[in-house]
Protein backbone atom coordinates (compact mmCIF):
# COMPACT_ATOMS: atom_id res chain seq x y z
CA UNK A 1 0.00 0.00 0.00
CA UNK A 2 1.81 3.12 -1.12
CA UNK A 3 0.95 6.97 -1.13
CA UNK A 4 2.77 8.88 -3.94
CA UNK A 5 5.91 6.48 -4.48
CA UNK A 6 6.64 5.59 -0.64
CA UNK A 7 5.48 2.12 0.14
CA UNK A 8 3.77 2.66 3.85
CA UNK A 9 3.01 -0.81 4.13
CA UNK A 10 3.80 -4.17 2.54
CA UNK A 11 3.21 -8.01 3.30
CA UNK A 12 0.05 -7.97 4.83
CA UNK A 13 -1.42 -11.31 4.57
CA UNK A 14 -4.85 -11.38 6.94
CA UNK A 15 -7.94 -13.37 7.00
CA UNK A 16 -10.66 -11.46 9.33
CA UNK A 17 -12.89 -13.96 10.83
CA UNK A 18 -16.92 -13.09 9.87
CA UNK A 19 -18.77 -12.14 13.46
CA UNK A 20 -15.64 -11.48 15.52
CA UNK A 21 -13.60 -8.50 16.48
CA UNK A 22 -10.08 -8.15 14.77
CA UNK A 23 -7.46 -5.62 16.25
CA UNK A 24 -4.58 -3.91 14.61
CA UNK A 25 -1.88 -2.87 16.66
CA UNK A 26 1.43 -1.94 16.94
CA UNK A 27 3.76 1.69 17.51
CA UNK A 28 2.66 4.78 15.17
CA UNK A 29 3.34 5.41 11.40
CA UNK A 30 3.40 1.19 10.99
CA UNK A 31 0.14 1.22 8.85
CA UNK A 32 -2.76 0.54 10.65
CA UNK A 33 -4.98 2.90 9.43
CA UNK A 34 -3.68 2.54 6.10
CA UNK A 35 -4.16 -1.31 6.26
CA UNK A 36 -8.05 -0.90 7.87
CA UNK A 37 -8.90 1.77 5.09
CA UNK A 38 -7.64 -0.81 2.49
CA UNK A 39 -10.87 -3.12 3.64
CA UNK A 40 -13.46 -0.88 2.24
CA UNK A 41 -11.55 1.43 -0.09
CA UNK A 42 -11.49 4.46 1.92
CA UNK A 43 -8.17 4.39 0.34
CA UNK A 44 -9.62 5.25 -2.65
CA UNK A 45 -10.24 8.91 -1.46
CA UNK A 46 -6.79 9.48 -0.65
CA UNK A 47 -4.92 11.35 -3.89
CA UNK A 48 -1.97 9.07 -4.64
CA UNK A 49 -2.81 6.34 -2.54
CA UNK A 50 -2.43 3.16 -4.34
CA UNK A 51 -3.48 -0.70 -3.26
CA UNK A 52 -1.17 -3.81 -4.08
CA UNK A 53 -2.33 -7.58 -3.64
CA UNK A 54 -5.59 -8.03 -3.35
CA UNK A 55 -8.43 -7.49 -0.76
CA UNK A 56 -10.85 -10.70 -1.01
CA UNK A 57 -14.48 -9.62 0.41
CA UNK A 58 -16.90 -13.46 0.24
CA UNK A 59 -14.30 -14.56 -2.77
CA UNK A 60 -14.40 -11.38 -5.04
CA UNK A 61 -11.50 -9.00 -5.19
CA UNK A 62 -12.70 -5.41 -3.75
CA UNK A 63 -10.01 -3.91 -6.25
CA UNK A 64 -11.34 -5.23 -9.14
CA UNK A 65 -12.53 -2.41 -11.69
CA UNK A 66 -16.40 -3.65 -11.44
CA UNK A 67 -16.72 -3.57 -7.98
CA UNK A 68 -18.33 -0.13 -6.84
CA UNK A 69 -16.44 1.21 -4.20
CA UNK A 70 -19.65 3.53 -2.47
CA UNK A 71 -21.55 0.10 -2.34
CA UNK A 72 -18.15 -1.49 -0.76
CA UNK A 73 -18.54 1.20 1.53
CA UNK A 74 -22.12 0.79 2.36
CA UNK A 75 -21.41 -3.19 3.00
CA UNK A 76 -18.31 -2.29 5.48
CA UNK A 77 -18.97 1.03 7.72
CA UNK A 78 -16.37 3.01 9.09
CA UNK A 79 -15.74 4.49 12.51
CA UNK A 80 -13.47 7.19 12.54
CA UNK A 81 -11.02 8.13 15.36
CA UNK A 82 -12.68 11.75 16.31
CA UNK A 83 -16.65 11.21 16.63
CA UNK A 84 -17.93 13.19 13.43
CA UNK A 85 -21.63 13.67 13.36
CA UNK A 86 -23.22 16.02 10.55
CA UNK A 87 -23.72 19.60 11.57
CA UNK A 88 -27.49 18.43 12.03
CA UNK A 89 -29.72 16.68 13.96
CA UNK A 90 -29.43 13.55 15.46
CA UNK A 91 -32.38 12.17 13.66
CA UNK A 92 -30.68 13.52 10.50
CA UNK A 93 -27.22 11.89 10.97
CA UNK A 94 -28.80 8.57 11.47
CA UNK A 95 -31.43 8.91 8.29
CA UNK A 96 -28.36 10.15 6.00
CA UNK A 97 -27.64 6.94 4.88
CA UNK A 98 -30.96 5.28 4.22
CA UNK A 99 -32.60 8.44 3.08
CA UNK A 100 -29.53 8.30 0.00
CA UNK A 101 -29.55 4.29 0.03
CA UNK A 102 -33.30 4.86 -1.45
CA UNK A 103 -35.63 3.82 1.79
CA UNK A 104 -38.87 4.96 1.95
CA UNK A 105 -39.51 8.05 3.75
CA UNK A 106 -42.60 6.28 6.11
CA UNK A 107 -39.98 3.71 6.73
CA UNK A 108 -37.33 6.09 7.95
CA UNK A 109 -38.26 6.65 11.68
CA UNK A 110 -37.97 3.24 12.37
CA UNK A 111 -35.09 2.72 10.58
CA UNK A 112 -33.22 5.66 12.98
CA UNK A 113 -34.92 4.03 16.11
CA UNK A 114 -33.53 0.65 15.42
CA UNK A 115 -30.17 1.96 14.52
CA UNK A 116 -30.12 3.78 17.44
CA UNK A 117 -31.30 1.29 19.59
CA UNK A 118 -28.78 -1.12 18.67
CA UNK A 119 -26.15 1.69 19.02
CA UNK A 120 -27.05 1.72 22.58
CA UNK A 121 -27.94 4.88 22.37
CA UNK A 122 -31.85 5.66 21.93
CA UNK A 123 -32.78 6.04 25.52
CA UNK A 124 -30.55 8.61 25.59
CA UNK A 125 -31.60 10.54 22.48
CA UNK A 126 -35.20 10.18 21.86
CA UNK A 127 -36.32 13.25 23.45
CA UNK A 128 -33.38 14.81 21.70
CA UNK A 129 -33.77 13.48 17.96
CA UNK A 130 -34.21 17.42 16.78
CA UNK A 131 -31.41 18.33 18.50
CA UNK A 132 -28.05 19.30 17.34
CA UNK A 133 -25.90 16.32 17.27
CA UNK A 134 -22.58 17.86 18.07
CA UNK A 135 -24.51 18.91 21.16
CA UNK A 136 -23.99 15.83 22.36
CA UNK A 137 -21.35 14.09 24.72
CA UNK A 138 -17.92 12.23 22.79
CA UNK A 139 -19.11 9.39 23.90
CA UNK A 140 -23.12 9.86 22.61
CA UNK A 141 -21.42 11.78 19.61
CA UNK A 142 -19.19 8.21 18.82
CA UNK A 143 -22.15 6.05 19.15
CA UNK A 144 -24.22 7.87 17.11
CA UNK A 145 -21.58 7.70 14.50
CA UNK A 146 -22.52 3.61 15.13
CA UNK A 147 -25.75 4.28 14.64
CA UNK A 148 -25.25 6.21 11.57
CA UNK A 149 -22.92 3.60 10.11
CA UNK A 150 -25.57 0.79 10.90
CA UNK A 151 -28.28 2.69 9.47
CA UNK A 152 -27.84 1.67 6.06
CA UNK A 153 -27.05 -1.93 7.29
CA UNK A 154 -23.58 -3.26 6.64
CA UNK A 155 -22.12 -6.45 7.10
CA UNK A 156 -18.85 -5.18 8.80
CA UNK A 157 -17.49 -2.48 10.48
CA UNK A 158 -14.12 -0.88 10.80
CA UNK A 159 -13.74 1.12 13.78
CA UNK A 160 -10.59 3.28 13.94
CA UNK A 161 -9.07 4.00 17.48
CA UNK A 162 -13.11 4.20 18.26
CA UNK A 163 -12.57 5.36 21.70
CA UNK A 164 -9.27 7.64 21.34
CA UNK A 165 -10.80 10.85 22.07
CA UNK A 166 -13.04 9.54 25.12
CA UNK A 167 -12.93 8.78 28.67
CA UNK A 168 -12.79 5.63 30.90
CA UNK A 169 -16.59 5.62 30.53
CA UNK A 170 -17.65 6.31 27.41
CA UNK A 171 -14.76 4.10 26.34
CA UNK A 172 -16.24 1.30 28.23
CA UNK A 173 -19.22 1.52 26.86
CA UNK A 174 -18.00 1.23 23.63
CA UNK A 175 -16.29 -1.85 24.14
CA UNK A 176 -19.33 -3.28 25.35
CA UNK A 177 -21.39 -2.21 21.96
CA UNK A 178 -18.60 -2.85 20.04
CA UNK A 179 -18.44 -6.66 21.43
CA UNK A 180 -22.72 -6.61 21.09
CA UNK A 181 -22.39 -5.81 17.48
CA UNK A 182 -19.54 -7.93 17.01
CA UNK A 183 -22.50 -11.24 16.80
CA UNK A 184 -24.00 -9.43 13.35
CA UNK A 185 -21.16 -7.32 12.48
CA UNK A 186 -17.60 -8.33 11.18
CA UNK A 187 -15.17 -6.01 13.37
CA UNK A 188 -11.73 -4.77 12.90
CA UNK A 189 -10.74 -2.09 15.18
CA UNK A 190 -7.28 -0.18 15.35
CA UNK A 191 -5.88 0.21 18.53
CA UNK A 192 -3.10 1.98 20.59
CA UNK A 193 -4.43 0.83 23.77
CA UNK A 194 -2.70 -2.40 25.02
CA UNK A 195 -5.60 -2.83 27.30
CA UNK A 196 -8.18 -2.87 24.59
CA UNK A 197 -6.98 -5.19 22.10
CA UNK A 198 -7.42 -8.16 24.90
CA UNK A 199 -10.51 -6.80 26.48
CA UNK A 200 -12.33 -6.96 23.03
CA UNK A 201 -10.74 -8.71 20.49
CA UNK A 202 -10.67 -12.37 19.68
CA UNK A 203 -7.83 -11.80 17.02
CA UNK A 204 -4.97 -9.61 17.07
CA UNK A 205 -2.78 -8.28 14.05
CA UNK A 206 0.51 -6.91 15.45
CA UNK A 207 2.58 -4.16 12.99
CA UNK A 208 5.36 -2.70 13.37
CA UNK A 209 7.85 -0.78 11.16
CA UNK A 210 10.89 -1.17 9.93
CA UNK A 211 13.77 0.31 7.66
CA UNK A 212 14.72 -1.33 4.38
CA UNK A 213 18.36 -1.38 3.02
CA UNK A 214 18.02 1.95 1.76
CA UNK A 215 16.94 3.12 5.31
CA UNK A 216 13.55 3.87 4.63
CA UNK A 217 10.82 3.09 6.80
CA UNK A 218 7.85 0.51 5.99
CA UNK A 219 5.11 -1.19 7.73
CA UNK A 220 4.75 -4.86 8.31
CA UNK A 221 2.41 -7.57 9.55
CA UNK A 222 4.95 -9.35 12.44
CA UNK A 223 2.38 -11.85 13.69
CA UNK A 224 -1.32 -12.49 13.35
CA UNK A 225 -3.17 -15.02 15.65
CA UNK A 226 -5.62 -15.49 18.30
CA UNK A 227 -5.29 -12.29 20.74
CA UNK A 228 -5.00 -14.43 24.07
CA UNK A 229 -2.17 -16.09 21.90
CA UNK A 230 -0.60 -13.01 21.07
CA UNK A 231 -0.25 -11.17 24.54
CA UNK A 232 0.12 -14.76 26.71
CA UNK A 233 2.97 -15.97 24.18
CA UNK A 234 3.88 -13.94 21.51
CA UNK A 235 5.74 -16.02 18.44
CA UNK A 236 7.87 -12.82 17.75
CA UNK A 237 9.61 -11.10 20.56
CA UNK A 238 8.94 -7.77 18.31
CA UNK A 239 5.36 -8.37 19.43
CA UNK A 240 7.06 -9.30 22.98
CA UNK A 241 8.98 -5.83 23.32
CA UNK A 242 5.68 -4.10 21.93
CA UNK A 243 3.10 -5.05 24.45
CA UNK A 244 5.21 -5.45 27.57
CA UNK A 245 5.71 -1.66 26.62
CA UNK A 246 9.39 -1.79 25.65
CA UNK A 247 9.10 -0.50 22.21
CA UNK A 248 6.66 1.70 20.80
N1 LIG B 1 -2.57 10.43 3.40
C1 LIG B 1 -1.29 10.07 3.49
N2 LIG B 1 -0.37 10.58 2.62
C2 LIG B 1 0.92 10.23 2.70
N3 LIG B 1 1.43 9.36 3.61
C3 LIG B 1 0.57 8.85 4.50
C4 LIG B 1 -0.83 9.17 4.50
N4 LIG B 1 -1.43 8.49 5.50
C5 LIG B 1 -0.45 7.79 6.11
N5 LIG B 1 0.74 7.99 5.51
C6 LIG B 1 2.03 7.40 5.89
O1 LIG B 1 1.88 5.98 5.88
C7 LIG B 1 2.53 5.40 7.00
C8 LIG B 1 1.51 4.61 7.81
O2 LIG B 1 0.57 5.52 8.36
P1 LIG B 1 -0.72 5.05 9.15
O3 LIG B 1 -1.47 6.27 9.55
O4 LIG B 1 -1.43 4.01 8.37
O5 LIG B 1 -0.05 4.37 10.42
P2 LIG B 1 -0.70 4.02 11.82
O6 LIG B 1 -0.03 2.77 12.27
O7 LIG B 1 -2.18 4.01 11.72
O8 LIG B 1 -0.18 5.25 12.69
P3 LIG B 1 -0.88 6.03 13.88
O9 LIG B 1 -1.06 5.03 14.97
O10 LIG B 1 0.13 7.09 14.22
O11 LIG B 1 -2.15 6.56 13.32
C9 LIG B 1 3.19 6.54 7.77
O12 LIG B 1 4.52 6.63 7.35
C10 LIG B 1 2.40 7.75 7.33
O13 LIG B 1 3.19 8.91 7.38
Known amino acids: MSYGGFEAVRQVGLRVPPRRITA ?26 RVGGTVLYHGEDLYTPQVDAIEVRRRIGMVFRRPNPFPKSVYDNVAYGPRITGHRRQDLPDVVEQALRRAALWEEVEDKLKQNALSLSGGRRQRLCIARAIAVRPEALLMDEPCSALDLIATTRIEDLMQNLAADYT ?24 ADEHGERHGRLIEY ?14 TEDYITGRFG
Not at 34 to 45: E, G, K
Not at 192 to 197: F, V
Not at 226 to 238: E, G, Q, S
Request: hydrophobic content about 40%.
Open 187 to 210: TVIVTHNMQQAPRVSDRTAFFTVE
Open 225 to 238: DLTTKVFANPADPR
Open 24 to 49: LIGPSGCGKSTVLRCLNRMNDLIPGA
